[in-house]
């Protein structure tokens, strides 16, 4: 039995309230963004470490 997408948000929102909805979704929305500036900052720690040489 499939749950609809709709129904389960709606079923989340008034279980856990919209506040904590709403830090999931961002966290889970913006989890790659947050890898990738990860990855950018050490790059470039590497590469400023590399020219002090």
Known sequence: ???DP???FISTVAN???PLV???YL???FEK???S?????YELK???DKNKE
């Open 27 to 29: 966290l889970l929305r």
């Open 16 to 18: 856990f309230g919209f």
């Open 1 to 3: 039995m499939m749950v």
């Open 33 to 35: 963004k947050i890898e």
């Open 46 to 48: 590497r590469v400023s």
């Open 6 to 8: 709709v129904e389960f």
């Open 37 to 41: 500036l990860t990855d950018a900052i």
């Open 22 to 24: 709403l830090a999931v």
